[in-house]
């Protein structure tokens, strides 16, 4: 569908519906205020154009003639956070009658400063959407028809349940989403544990798990340090796989703003992108190669003395070895050789982070996306400790994570390696949520198929896949997969679409539960190979509401959380997802296990978890990341005084809330995790981690001791002196346990219910609160101890980082010297192939049939596999094509000219028909796509395969169809950033 912009009329405003509702709302409801009390109460700004020309709010409203009035009703302002990337921003949405009739950015969020993105402007058509799914659906005879929830709950829970007898609990996968809020997310996990099963994951497995993995190893949690305020107080700088201008445009605000008070921007990347546009220095470096161009500014730094040795001294484990490598094997010619940057460039970026101090690293996808994405987070870890960065305002590593609230579920979502708050899979943490839960520790283990099934990880979701197709006598489980839900995930956000496809086709049992279709749907409706359909597969579509229908926190990139409430009732027949969680859960017989301990309310007649209790639950077992402060009556409070918070450090200068009394005097925006403790506690929140300059209930810290005390004779704790402001203990620490406490002579400072509940556990697992207490308030401690940060992580199957090539590359001299890692049995429980891949490649001469390196990216008027957002009109405007970027020069080779329709060739065998948008972002060897798109198939439109009017507006071929093979060694994370294609005139 080509869409072209209208051109209005100059009656059409003034006839508007829209106009004339919101008019007669608000002089209704608002018969006295003028402007300036209203935006003042409301919170609004007028925004669009729309007041100024059409809304009178000065005056007052006139006593109505007739008997009936128009418009008499009720108007609220309701607060949320936008659903789209992960920077956290509110917005006020006006209802009226129960319609959600206008929006505007929150002015006083220190956030988002009033500001929106394209996508953050067009949330209300997300609310009101018309091409959203329904009406439950089932697939009959390749159509979708319209079904009752009551038979498609009976039925889905049958197959279900016939699935489990037959092949056990393992055969059916759950894809959680990183849309769901914390308390869905958490729901989501406690329900697959229920089930039996490990056999769950989220969207960060596949943007942000070796970000976690690597930070988490390094220095304690797996989260961004510091925030998006606090970049204003940085001097330097550093983006590297980040395109933030696109990919979270709110957050350049901020460092727009620290550029006005000098800080440097540097930005590395294969493209120049818009966030590339704004720098002080653009770097241009082969994709993959992150880490010889790291590591040879490491090599300058250590050769010109610029690492801050005391810091390393006091607070870093195994920089010396760090040094030897990089100065022995990343030699200025070995950097140029491997990533293509000069010793001029990369030596100027070196004395450019040297001399502005404090400085700020930031990545996204560009660096995790590899199958060395773990070693890659790492490289950028060691840099900013070498620097001294870390624990530091204006410093640290800002990881910017890509859903609204990718971090929360990741945080107490559905991990296959963890339950909620990364307690592991270990019998202690199941006995520890099993008394959260009031549940039975033996009940729980009898779900499973095993006792050694409940310990192990699950599969991935960049592995279910496999987990369909591999031969089951290479599978560490007993039945292949065959359910599978897609609760709140997008297929085309995954690398190859072909297996993917042929994977669906062999289900017994497909779900998909979502407030749109997704490419789930067609993609398991149109026609696929022959023999691949299993014909006796099941197909579900369930209308999902959106989180603007329910209510519930959710985590920025920073770690603040912030609560949104409900602006309109679910439309149509759509279910909130924790809702459907528990009418499932009731199916399948676990339904009062579920939500033992949460109340109910009616939502459209029906039973409805309250979200405010799910939040308690977790606020009484997640202690190990600190998501027990935050209590759903402190959240609350924030959201509605937003104003008391600075927008640089994000701490409130004072104030008390007018309902409750609350005293907002020194806690941080949100609360950002850690929060450590019970919310009677009042712990602040950490608004930048590890930063020893701070009392740890004013936010301080320092690194966490979690890899034990000592390794190969040298101590793991941090120096003498080296410790939080004002601890009683000045010198490194373990953490924290019953047996410590008693050691200082601190344990008779527990009430007698605290000892009770204290003894014989440790920090993590003491349901009081009361050791915490007793080391943060009295002591000045931190509970996870005090540690120094590894820059050698031996646990890992690279612990100094290392270079290697991509599986797909256009480099085979490359591949000889920096190979990839051996093939692994057994990981994850699949078989994962590495040396045998990249060897055959070679052997086949596969760079020279693709001789193009394959990337993408974001766009800011899209979002994630794009599906809601290419459904929105006003988004849809903005960018109608799918497109493949190409350099003048590889164009001209092509005789292929700007906006001419081209093949892109992907190595797997797909065909993608995509425009061609000429230009030099990308250079020679380099072609860039959009993820965002799907709703064609190498070349076909895919529309007859939708439900019918759930189909997106812009419909274009999705880049993983053509991307390739190849996993994290750490995460499982897909190497979607590097791959090889070839292009040719369509």
Wanted: overall charge neutral.
């Amino acid at each position: 569908m080509l869409l072209t912009k209208k051109t209005s009329g100059t009656s059409g405003a003034i006839s508007s519906p829209f106009i004339h509702s919101l008019r007669r709302g608000l002089s209704q409801a608002l018969p006295t205020l003028d402007r300036r009390s209203f935006l003042r109460r409301s919170g609004l700004g007028v925004g669009v154009g729309l007041a100024a020309s059409q809304l009178s709010l000065v005056q007052k409203a006139q006593a109505a003639t007739g008997a009936a009035i128009l418009g008499a009703g009720k108007v609220e302002v309701k607060r949320t956070v936008c659903t789209h990337c992960s920077v956290g921003c509110a917005v006020d949405a006006v209802v009226e009658n129960g319609v959600w009739v206008r929006q505007e950015a929150v002015f006083d969020s220190p956030i988002n400063l009033g500001a929106h993105c394209a996508k953050g402007a067009a949330l209300r058509e997300h609310g009101h959407g018309e091409y959203r799914l329904r009406y439950p659906m089932k697939l009959v005879n390749g159509k979708y028809e319209r079904i009752s929830w009551d038979t498609a709950l009976t039925e889905i829970s049958a197959k279900m349940l016939e699935l489990k007898k037959a092949s056990g609990p393992d055969s059916v996968y759950f894809i959680g989403s990183s849309k769901h809020n914390n308390e869905q997310a958490y729901l989501l996990r406690k329900f697959v544990s229920f089930w039996g099963t490990n056999n769950c994951d989220h969207q960060a497995r596949i943007c942000h798990s070796t970000t976690v993995a690597g930070v988490a190893n390094t220095w304690g949690y797996g989260a961004m340090t510091n925030s998006y305020n606090d970049m204003q107080n940085s001097k330097v700088a550093l983006y590297i796989g980040s395109n933030a201008a696109e990919a979270h445009p709110v957050s350049m605000l901020h460092m727009l703003h620290a550029k006005e008070n000098g800080c440097k921007m540097i930005v590395v990347d294969p493209r120049f992108t818009r966030t590339a546009a704004k720098a002080d220095e653009f770097v241009r470096i082969r994709s993959g190669t992150d880490i010889p161009f790291l590591f040879g500014v490491l090599y300058h730094i250590f050769k010109n003395g610029w690492e801050d040795k005391k810091y390393i001294n006091d607070r870093v484990y195994g920089m010396d070895a760090i040094k030897t490598e990089v100065l022995a094997k990343w030699t200025p010619d070995k950097v140029e050789e491997a990533c293509g940057v000069k010793e001029e460039q990369v030596f100027k970026i070196a004395k450019m982070l040297h001399e502005n101090n404090p400085g700020t690293i930031v990545w996204c996808m560009g660096q995790t996306q590899h199958t060395i994405g773990n070693a890659i987070v790492r490289a950028s870890c060691i840099l900013q400790l070498a620097l001294g960065n870390i624990g530091k305002t204006g410093g640290g590593t800002n990881i910017f994570r890509g859903h609204d609230n990718v971090q929360g579920a990741t945080d107490v979502g559905p991990n296959p390696d963890s339950l909620p708050g990364y307690y592991g899979l270990a019998e202690g943490s199941w006995k520890h949520f099993a008394k959260a839960w009031d549940v039975d520790f033996e009940w729980i283990k009898k779900q499973f198929a095993s006792p050694a099934m409940m310990g192990k990880n699950g599969i991935t979701v960049s592995r279910w896949i496999d987990g369909v197709l591999e031969n089951n006598e290479l599978i560490d489980q007993d039945s292949n997969l065959r359910g599978v839900f897609y609760w709140g995930h997008a297929p085309n956000s995954q690398t190859r679409g072909l297996d993917m496809k042929r994977a669906m086709d062999k289900l017994d049992l497909l779900v998909v539960v979502d407030p749109y279709p997704s490419a789930t749907a067609a993609m398991a409706a149109m026609p696929g190979k022959a023999g691949d359909l299993n014909p006796n597969r099941a197909v579900y579509l369930l209308p999902a509401a959106t989180q603007f229908e329910t209510s519930g926190s959710c985590t920025a990139s920073n770690r603040s959380i912030q609560w949104r409430e409900k602006v309109i009732e679910p439309l149509w027949e759509s279910r909130s997802d924790h809702m459907i969680m528990q009418q499932f859960a009731d199916k399948l017989g676990f339904g009062k296990e579920l939500s033992k301990n949460y109340k109910m309310q009616k939502v459209g007649g029906l039973d409805e978890p309250m979200p405010e209790d799910i939040l308690r639950e977790i606020n009484k077992c997640v202690w190990t990341i600190g998501y027990t402060g935050q209590s759903p009556e402190r959240l609350k409070a924030h959201m509605k005084n937003m104003n008391v918070f600075d927008v640089k450090t994000l701490k409130a200068k004072g104030g008390k809330d007018k309902e409750t009394g609350y005293d907002f005097t020194g806690d941080y925006f949100g609360l950002p995790w850690p929060c450590y403790g019970t919310p009677e506690l009042k712990h602040p929140g950490s608004p930048n981690l590890y930063d020893t300059s701070k009392h740890v209930m004013e936010g301080g810290g320092n690194f966490r001791a979690n890899f034990g005390v000592e390794r190969e004779g040298k101590s793991l704790l941090a120096e003498d002196g080296s410790h939080s402001f004002g601890a009683d203990i000045t010198t490194g620490y373990p953490e924290l346990d019953h047996i410590l406490l008693k050691k200082l002579g601190w344990w008779n400072e527990l009430s007698e219910a605290e000892k009770t509940a204290a003894e014989g556990k440790n920090w993590k697992t003491d349901s009081s609160g009361g050791m915490i207490r007793v080391f943060m308030k009295e002591h000045g401690c931190h509970p996870f101890g005090n540690a120094k940060a590894r820059a050698v992580v031996w646990n890992f199957p690279d612990p100094i980082p290392q270079h290697r090539e991509p599986l797909y590359g256009t480099r085979p001299d490359m591949m000889a010297k920096y190979p990839t890692h051996d093939d692994r049995k057994a990981f994850w429980r699949l078989p994962t192939l590495y040396k045998t891949v990249q060897d055959k490649n070679i052997a086949d001469k596969v760079h020279e049939k693709y001789p193009l390196i394959l990337t993408s990216g974001r766009l800011v008027e899209y979002e994630g596999g794009g599906e809601e957002t290419r459904s929105n009109p006003w988004l849809a405007e903005l960018q109608q094509e799918a497109y493949v970027e190409i350099n003048p020069k590889t164009a001209a080779d092509r005789g292929i000219r700007d906006g001419d329709r081209v093949w892109l060739l992907g190595a797997t065998g797909a065909r993608l028909n995509v425009q061609a948008l000429v230009t030099e972002r990308v250079d020679t060897g380099t072609v860039w796509m959009p993820f965002h798109f799907s709703g064609r198939w190498q070349g076909a439109d895919m529309l007859a395969h939708y439900p019918k009017g759930a189909a997106p507006i812009v419909r274009g071929e999705a880049v993983n169809t053509a991307t390739t093979y190849g996993y994290d060694s750490v995460t499982m994370m897909q190497e979607s950033k590097t791959t090889v294609c070839n292009i040719e005139k369509a």
